[in-house]
């Protein structure tokens, strides 16, 4: 559809920015702190995750920032391993503390803590111990790193995000640690299904704990495009949309199983285990909003079934262009999209991309949705006034809210928008080379330096769009 006139988005949306714990806050192994998985898996040719940010040191500092900056909300993760070192039983007290203050200065600034509860950092123990998501003892153990959370924070936060990238989480290789001695696949499906569970327990908590928040999974989308206008290429995409994106999303917003995928899984024998009450208790914890991480979209061809499989590799350093597509010989393989521009670790940009994607989305399941992530991660120099000039993400920002107001326009329920992230951060596949913040923090990968933070050229730019309400989303400067 075609609109006119500047943008303007509702008096009461959420402009806010995101982190998660083991990206920024530091102090990875002290203060009561004890690994977690992707921590230990994370790329470790780059900076490693014992100081991060600093954000556990400077947390109060950032706050302020985030007061100039105007946020309306902040997305933060809770640490598991640092709120219950062992996973379950003792509670770290320091760890709460660290929270508590930090959720209380946000609420006296009036920004709105929105909480991730689970951002990829199983405590490593319990991995160790039961071999974490790949058995169901994980469940009660979530169940009560949950209601930990709710008892402490309940009363202040209203906003609670179950699970963020439950779907990433079976493709990228340090975010899980999977037994080399079982079928990957089986144990994929296997793990995802407990990890539903768990996330349906969290919902059903909360509804107890207190029945006036609002709770939800984040997952991270990328819209499957055909290669060409060929119908096998169109089925291909179809296909890649159910496996990657509609498989999750209709177990979290249907209780159910997309049929065509669990067809899928039963042919090649790796669909899950399912016990009884299983499908009610997912069915009957019903999200009250979805978070979509947003980045890229990607295209698709088909591929006969004799083709060679082939895993996703990504470009670590951001330099090669060395990218390579996963495939599923009978259905689809990555390609890449002519038509879109890449950033330098070749992630397609695709704004419209952003507003085909909501469209879809809400057509499909109709629930309130907010972006719980949207950035460009790249190189960022500091020039010899201390200032960083990030164009090249504003351009960015502009062109992805431009088309998410479109959306709302187009009628999808939107009530918050996240850009990813505020501050630079540990980008969990390429250390601090890969920046995506408004606020640059003085380190890079070898050297921690003064940690000083600096706002780009971004957080001014971002800070305008708050004030307006969006209207300077209309200016190209
Ligand atoms: C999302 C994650 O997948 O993408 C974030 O939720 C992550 O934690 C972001 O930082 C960007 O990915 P990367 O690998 O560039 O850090």
């Given at each position: 559809?075609?609109?006119?006139?500047?943008?303007?988005?509702p008096?009461?949306?959420?402009w806010?920015?995101?982190?998660?714990?083991?990206?920024?806050?530091?102090?990875?192994?002290?203060?009561?702190?004890?690994?977690?998985?992707?921590?230990?898996?994370?790329?470790?040719?780059?900076?490693?995750?014992?100081?991060?940010?600093?954000?556990?040191?400077?947390?109060?500092?950032?706050?302020?920032?985030?007061?100039?900056?105007?946020?309306?909300?902040?997305?933060?993760?809770?640490?598991?391993?640092?709120?219950?070192?062992?996973?379950?039983?003792?509670?770290?007290?320091?760890?709460?503390?660290?929270?508590?203050?930090?959720?209380?200065?946000?609420?006296?600034?009036?920004?709105?803590?929105?909480?991730?509860?689970y951002?990829?950092?199983?405590?490593?123990?319990l991995?160790?111990?039961?071999?974490?998501?790949?058995?169901r003892?994980?469940?009660?153990d979530?169940?009560?790193?949950?209601?930990?959370?709710?008892?402490?924070?309940?009363?202040?936060?209203?906003?609670?995000?179950?699970?963020?990238?439950?779907?990433?989480?079976?493709?990228?290789?340090?975010?899980?640690?999977?037994?080399?001695?079982?079928?990957?696949?089986?144990?994929?499906?296997?793990?995802n299904h407990?990890?539903?569970?768990?996330?349906?327990?969290?919902?059903?908590?909360?509804?107890?704990?207190?029945?006036?928040?609002?709770?939800?999974?984040?997952?991270?989308?990328?819209?499957?495009?055909?290669?060409?206008?060929?119908?096998?290429?169109?089925?291909a995409a179809?296909?890649?949309d159910?496996?990657?994106?509609?498989?999750f999303?209709?177990?979290?917003?249907?209780?159910?199983?997309?049929?065509?995928?669990?067809?899928?899984?039963?042919?090649?024998?790796?669909?899950?285990?399912?016990?009884?009450?299983?499908?009610e208790?997912?069915?009957?914890?019903?999200p009250?909003?979805?978070?979509?991480?947003?980045?890229?979209?990607?295209?698709?061809?088909y591929?006969?079934?004799?083709?060679?499989?082939?895993?996703?590799?990504?470009?670590?350093?951001?330099?090669?262009?060395?990218?390579?597509?996963?495939?599923?010989?009978?259905?689809?393989?990555?390609?890449?999209?002519?038509?879109?521009d890449?950033?330098?670790?070749?992630?397609?940009?695709?704004?419209?991309g952003?507003?085909?994607?909501?469209?879809?989305?809400?057509?499909?399941?109709?629930?309130?949705?907010?972006?719980?992530?949207?950035?460009?991660?790249?190189?960022?120099?500091?020039?010899?006034?201390?200032?960083?000039?990030?164009?090249?993400?504003?351009?960015?920002l502009?062109?992805?809210?431009?088309?998410?107001h479109?959306?709302?326009?187009?009628?999808?329920?939107?009530w918050?928008?996240?850009?990813?992230?505020?501050?630079?951060?540990?980008?969990?596949?390429?250390?601090?080379?890969?920046?995506?913040?408004?606020?640059?923090?003085?380190?890079d990968?070898?050297?921690?330096k003064?940690?000083?933070?600096?706002?780009?050229?971004?957080?001014?730019?971002?800070?305008?769009?708050?004030?307006?309400?969006?209207e300077?989303?209309?200016?190209?400067?």
């Amino acid at each position: 559809m075609f609109y006119s006139g500047k943008p303007s988005f509702p008096k009461d949306f959420l402009w806010s920015a995101g982190t998660s714990a083991y990206q920024c806050e530091g102090a990875h192994l002290i203060h009561g702190k004890t690994l977690s998985v992707v921590e230990k898996n994370m790329n470790h040719k780059y900076a490693d995750p014992s100081v991060a940010s600093g954000h556990y040191e400077f947390w109060e500092k950032d706050v302020e920032l985030m007061k100039e900056l105007g946020l309306k909300a902040y997305r933060f993760s809770i640490s598991w391993p640092r709120v219950l070192p062992k996973g379950r039983g003792e509670v770290n007290q320091e760890g709460i503390d660290f929270y508590s203050n930090l959720i209380t200065k946000l609420k006296e600034y009036e920004i709105e803590p929105i909480v991730t509860i689970y951002h990829f950092d199983l405590p490593q123990c319990l991995q160790e111990e039961y071999g974490g998501w790949s058995s169901r003892k994980v469940i009660p153990d979530f169940e009560e790193y949950c209601q930990v959370l709710f008892d402490n924070f309940g009363q202040d936060v209203k906003y609670w995000i179950t699970i963020n990238e439950q779907s990433n989480m079976f493709q990228l290789p340090y975010l899980m640690e999977f037994n080399e001695n079982l079928p990957l696949e089986k144990q994929k499906f296997e793990m995802n299904h407990i990890m539903t569970l768990a996330h349906s327990k969290a919902i059903h908590r909360l509804r107890k704990a207190n029945p006036n928040a609002k709770i939800g999974p984040a997952l991270g989308i990328i819209p499957n495009y055909p290669a060409s206008p060929k119908p096998a290429d169109i089925l291909a995409a179809k296909h890649a949309d159910d496996l990657r994106t509609y498989l999750f999303m209709d177990l979290y917003m249907k209780g159910s199983y997309k049929q065509s995928v669990w067809n899928y899984m039963i042919h090649r024998g790796v669909e899950p285990t399912i016990e009884s009450g299983d499908m009610e208790c997912i069915k009957s914890a019903k999200p009250d909003f979805l978070g979509i991480n947003y980045y890229q979209s990607r295209v698709v061809k088909y591929i006969p079934s004799h083709i060679e499989e082939k895993e996703l590799k990504l470009n670590y350093d951001g330099e090669d262009d060395d990218t390579q597509f996963e495939n599923i010989p009978g259905l689809y393989e990555g390609a890449a999209n002519p038509y879109t521009d890449k950033t330098r670790w070749d992630w397609e940009i695709d704004a419209e991309g952003f507003r085909y994607l909501l469209n879809d989305i809400y057509d499909r399941y109709e629930i309130p949705i907010i972006i719980t992530e949207n950035g460009l991660g790249t190189v960022d120099e500091l020039t010899e006034n201390n200032e960083i000039h990030d164009e090249e993400r504003i351009q960015f920002l502009r062109d992805h809210l431009n088309q998410l107001h479109l959306a709302m326009k187009d009628g999808v329920d939107v009530w918050g928008y996240a850009v990813w992230s505020f501050m630079d951060l540990l980008s969990t596949s390429s250390g601090f080379r890969k920046r995506y913040g408004l606020v640059y923090i003085d380190r890079d990968d070898t050297d921690i330096k003064t940690l000083e933070r600096i706002n780009k050229k971004s957080f001014y730019w971002y800070q305008g769009v708050i004030a307006s309400d969006g209207e300077t989303l209309a200016d190209s400067e």
